[in-house]
């Protein structure tokens, strides 16, 4: 096991020490990311979000200060650089109508609003990350062993769950901005889990990552939509492929979300009870 994924578990032994690992191991990634000489932002948000996912599996463990703190920070450290990004996600999600559309895609100039990151900025997010890593390290963890694990899968997958029933009511942005939200932290709890059991779980794992490329593809098409003018002729084309996206997402998501909490994470349970 000497050359596997550091965000990943190695064993069912000793799990929320393990997640410890992996938090430090993702929130070091973000850090190393932006010491690059250009520095890598899209892979720092991706760590961070990782980050995020991974301290949800352990509110338990750590209690409620101790998560609040490292969540804030974490999510603090991602919102400029998630500014710092929004010209590269347009001019994708443009590319993407392009692609789907082809020539009926009017060509279009829109205000760049995305804002570079000053080396003084950058290396405050590191600093702050360092303190998060440096807090962590020092936790005293109150719970060990799977419970701690599957109370934090299953808040994660009842929230996510709870999204959907919101979204697919009139498919609100704000909803369905929320569902991506908790589906991807879902996925990336199932990327940890999927060394115990490769196969069910990594199946699992590759189908809620479809689900949220659904939603994450929709919500850049819904920012892409506000940053074009109001006459804009994309404003049809945007609405249309939204609403494929959405029809996509939600026929998928009412079949990964049918369980309950419990017994999805019941049904879970068996692959690392039995490892």
């Not at 050359?3 to 690992?21: I, K, W």
């Not at 463990?61 to 010209?87: H, I, K």
């Not at 009926?104 to 995305?114: E, K």
């Not at 994450?216 to 249309?240: C, K, M, Q, T």
Request: net charge positive; aromatic share 6%.
């Amino acid at each position: 096991m000497a050359d596997r994924p550091l965000q990943t578990l190695a064993s069912p032994d000793q799990p929320v020490e393990q997640c410890r690992g992996i938090f430090l191991h993702q929130v070091a990634a973000a850090i190393e990311a932006l010491e690059e000489s250009k520095p890598n932002v899209h892979s720092a948000r991706k760590q961070l979000k990782r980050a995020r996912a991974t301290l949800r599996l352990l509110r338990r463990a750590t209690g409620d200060d101790s998560y609040r703190r490292e969540n804030v920070a974490a999510r603090d450290a991602a919102r400029p650089l998630s500014r710092a990004r929004d010209d590269e996600m347009i001019s994708n999600s443009l590319a993407g109508l392009l692609d789907h559309f082809g020539r009926n895609v009017p060509r279009m100039n829109f205000a760049q609003h995305g804002q570079k990151l000053s080396a003084a900025q950058i290396d405050g997010i590191k600093a702050a990350l360092g303190r998060s890593m440096k807090r962590a390290q020092e936790w005293e963890l109150d719970a060990d062993g799977w419970d701690c694990i599957t109370t934090g899968l299953r808040a994660t997958y009842r929230r996510a769950r709870r999204a959907l029933r919101h979204a697919r009511t009139d498919r609100a942005t704000e909803d369905l901005h929320e569902w991506r939200k908790q589906t991807k932290y879902l996925w990336h709890q199932l990327q940890i889990l999927t060394p115990l059991a490769p196969g069910p779980i990594g199946e699992l794992a590759d189908e809620f990552h479809h689900l949220a490329d659904y939603l994450g593809n929709e919500h850049d098409l819904a920012v892409l939509r506000e940053r074009a003018a109001a006459s804009s002729e994309l404003h049809p084309l945007i609405d249309r492929r939204r609403e494929e996206l959405q029809d996509k997402a939600l026929t998928l998501g009412e079949r990964l979300y049918s369980e309950k909490s419990r017994p999805f994470v019941h049904r879970l349970e068996r692959h690392w009870s039995d490892t």
